[in-house]
């Protein structure tokens, strides 16, 4: 047989804190005294000398300026490893930006892409290809 185990609620019933010790905890935040900056005296000027004492001016209002920054490109990318094997490739078709240098050329590519790599420019042309740019 299943023992039937009284709730928490309607067994504190009659109590005056539930379990929680004083009455003045478990409150919310009412028993630590507000959020935020409640109760610095920010507007009505009740705590601010005694702020001021302790954080100095740079406790109240805002500071700085944060510049809007420019939304980035991210690039997609594709090393000579990962080339297909090819002698023709596009790959502004493709939906690759740039050609990085990671690995040694195959064979003799004639690649189109937008950018490239200095170091990967130069791994094709060693090995008798031509990048095209776009």
């Known amino acids: 047989m299943v023992v ?3 709730k928490k609620n309607k067994k504190f019933r009659g109590s005056k ?11 919310g935040a009412g028993s630590r005294g507000g959020r935020g ?9 009740h705590k601010k000398i005694s702020i001021l004492k302790e954080y100095g001016h740079s406790y109240f209002g805002k500071h700085g300026f944060r510049r809007p920054q420019k939304m980035l ?3 997609k990318a594709i090393n000579i490893i990962d080339l297909p094997d090819k002698d023709k490739i596009n790959l502004t078709e493709m939906g690759i930006d740039k ?6 050329p195959k064979r003799k590519y004639e690649i189109i892409v937008s950018a490239c790599s200095e170091k990967a ?3 094709i042309q060693s090995a008798g290809g031509k990048i095209l740019a776009k």
């Not at 010790?21 to 478990?26: M, N, P, V």
């Not at 900056?37 to 000027?45: F, L, P, Q």
């Not at 050609?99 to 040694?104: A, F, N, Q, R, V």
């Open 4 to 6: 039937s185990r009284k």
């Open 17 to 27: 804190t539930h379990g929680w010790g004083s009455t003045l905890r478990h409150r």
């Open 37 to 45: 900056m409640a109760g610095s005296g920010k507007r009505a000027d």
């Open 73 to 75: 490109k991210h690039l």
């Open 99 to 104: 050609l990085l240098s990671k690995g040694t």
């Open 121 to 123: 420019k130069e791994k």
